[in-house]
């Protein structure tokens, strides 16, 4: 069955950077587009960034664009969402996601928490 662990999360300060680990098992995962979303407390979840299967191109939401960056390996099966310049609005737990069939598969979230 389909598998993803994220990994990475953390507290870091407003500025920091944290790089998210999410693996992938259970399907092809070079045939798949994949995603990062979060959710921040008290607010519904959201789309923060996407990636093709072959990585060639990638999307983000505005609040993001230009601070993170998507990418992934096909061959260790995994999807990074690099972060940098983080503010406490970036607070949220971020989760991995592959829709495969019409069904969206979910991890169980790493939190990210950005404080002074």
């Known amino acids: 069955q389909v598998q993803l662990v994220e990994t990475g999360g953390g507290l870091v300060q407003p500025g920091g950077s944290l790089r998210l680990s999410c693996a992938a098992s259970?399907?092809?995962?070079?045939?798949?587009?994949m995603r990062w979303y979060r959710q921040a407390p008290g607010k519904e979840r959201e789309l923060v960034a996407a990636i093709t299967s072959t990585g060639g191109s990638t999307n983000f939401i505005d609040s993001v664009k230009g601070r993170f960056t998507i990418s992934r390996d096909n061959a260790k099966n995994t999807v990074y969402l690099q972060m940098n310049s983080l503010k406490p609005e970036d607070t949220a737990v971020y989760y991995c996601?592959?829709?495969?069939w019409g069904t969206g598969h979910w991890g169980q979230g790493t939190q990210v928490t950005v404080s002074s």
């Open positions: 259970g399907f092809t995962f070079s045939l798949y587009s």
């Open positions: 996601n592959v829709y495969r």
